[in-house]
């Protein structure tokens, strides 16, 4: 690395948000732009929002200080070719080439990878897991994903598509995931169904005349029933909401007892925008990812939240060009 230059743009793309920011050697994040992603509108109208985010940082920060440009994107990334297939929730996005598309406006390195290893790769070097020479990364959040670190260095399949840990299943006869299998993790502890399960209990669970928490926050409008007020009722000890939280991890737990008897790892590092869930929800994942790992492989098991929270992709995708 060009130690005269200062820093690096991270780019962290999602269906929802395209975040863009300007990073330090040390993975100090200095600014960020944050803006809708216009995903639905095809792969031009959000190159065109990722060369716009960056022209507006490089405003206020000297290109001629930029190292590099990282991206963490969704779907399908291969970071030798620099392309990005279909990324789920992104209309007519087959296969772009990202990395020359970017390139070509600002004549800088770019390398693209996975966002969820992106998310590792940042807890590895700047955050949770940076005393931890292997673990596993989750992503909780809408969908379940992950990454997985090993000797300090992100492990990504002979074909690009280690740690898809949503996708393990817990009852072959169960729910039916999107991806055609069955009993998916995902498919219990993801956003839709907490806030479908916290929705179903509240419709049938009998009224008192003294609201709960749960019926306090929401004050009827159920599409307020988001993870992040799911745990701050159950903060307050609506017992609904502790319920449904300290079920799902409970079920993540059996998850990961497989996923860790499998890669032989003791320490796992939760992301994402559910990993902001009380104490008590990573005490019911250590009990039952416990109860059920191999006895050869509880010694020193660790389940910690993120620390970097939702700056960890821009973070990660920045650490990309730092090597
Ligand atoms: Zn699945």
Redesign the pocket.
């Known amino acids: 690395m060009n130690t005269k230059k200062a820093f690096v743009v991270g780019v962290d793309l999602g269906a929802t948000t395209v975040k863009v920011g300007i990073v330090t050697k040390s993975g100090g994040l200095l600014d960020q732009i944050s803006i809708d992603a216009r995903a639905k509108y095809g792969p031009s109208a959000v190159i065109q929002q990722i060369v716009f985010s960056i022209q507006e940082l490089f405003g206020r920060y000297k290109p001629s200080e930029c190292f590099g440009i990282g991206i963490g994107a969704p779907g399908i990334v291969s970071t030798v070719e620099g392309t990005v297939q279909h990324p789920p929730n992104f209309a007519n996005w087959t296969k772009v080439n990202l990395a020359n598309e970017i390139k070509s406006k600002f004549n800088l390195p770019v390398i693209v990878e996975n966002d969820a290893n992106c998310a590792a790769i940042a807890e590895a070097t700047h955050g949770a897991g940076i005393e931890f020479k292997n673990f596993l990364f989750i992503i909780w959040g809408t969908g379940i994903g992950g990454g997985v670190i090993i000797d300090r260095k992100i492990f990504r399949g002979p074909h690009g598509g280690a740690g898809?840990v949503?996708?393990v299943?817990i009852d072959y006869n169960g729910r039916l995931?999107?991806?055609?299998?069955?009993?998916?993790?995902?498919?219990y502890i993801g956003q839709r169904y907490l806030s479908q399960r916290t929705k179903d209990l509240l419709i049938s669970t009998p009224k008192n005349s003294v609201k709960t928490k749960l019926e306090e926050l929401i004050d009827g409008d159920f599409s307020k029933l988001e993870p992040s007020i799911i745990s701050q009722a159950a903060e307050a000890g609506d017992p609904i909401a502790t319920g449904v939280l300290e079920e799902a991890g409970e079920l993540l737990g059996y998850a990961l007892a497989s996923i860790l008897n499998v890669l032989d790892l003791r320490v796992v590092v939760i992301g994402g925008g559910i990993s902001a869930a009380p104490a008590f929800v990573y005490e019911a994942i250590i009990t039952s990812l416990r109860s059920r790992v191999l006895k050869s492989h509880k010694d020193g098991i660790r389940v910690i939240r993120t620390k970097l929270g939702n700056t960890a992709g821009i973070i990660g995708a920045a650490s990309l060009v730092m090597k």
């Open positions: 898809e949503g996708h299943s995931c999107n991806c055609g299998n069955y009993g998916c993790i995902e498919s």
